[in-house]
Nanobody, 124 residues
Framework: VQLQASGGGLVQAGGSLRLSCDVSGRTISNSDMAWFRQAPGKEREFVAFSIWNGNTYYHDSVKGRFILAKDRSRNTMYLEMNGLKPEDTAVYYC???????????????????WGQGTLVTVSS
């Protein structure tokens, strides 16, 4: 499986961005999908997760501001980010795994497919 993340950039606090994750090699309809991020000097952390058949979970810090969406016709996952804060500054990664793969959804070692990351910078 190959994942290609894009859409990052520089935005002012309070602004919005939409990240995209184009997937090839497997269909997102049959995959658990997630977004993670890694801020400078920090470990990679979970942001949002979508089970293959629908339910979505978010880290408390982004609930109500970020939305994970999927376009099955394009085999693409999105992260709609609103009300951005300087603390959202990070490299954002998309990830995928087979639903049968064991592991906890918020742990990065659960995933066996990763995109290259896209940088989001939020200025104050």
């Amino acid at each position: 499986v190959q994942l290609q993340a894009s859409g990052g950039g520089l935005v002012q606090a309070g602004g919005s961005l939409r990240l995209s994750c184009d997937v090839s090699g497997r269909t997102i309809s049959n995959s658990d999908m997630a977004w993670f991020r890694q801020a400078p000097g920090k470990e990679r952390e979970f942001v949002a997760f979508s089970i293959w058949n629908g339910n979505t979970y978010y880290h408390d810090s982004v609930k109500g501001r970020f939305i994970l969406a999927k376009d099955r016709s394009r085999n693409t996952m999105y992260l709609e980010m609103n009300g951005l804060k300087p603390e959202d500054t990070a490299v954002y990664y998309c990830a995928a795994k087979d639903p049968s793969r064991r592991g906890v959804y918020y742990q990065e070692q659960s995933y066996n497919g990763w995109g290259q990351g896209t940088l989001v910078t939020v200025s104050s």
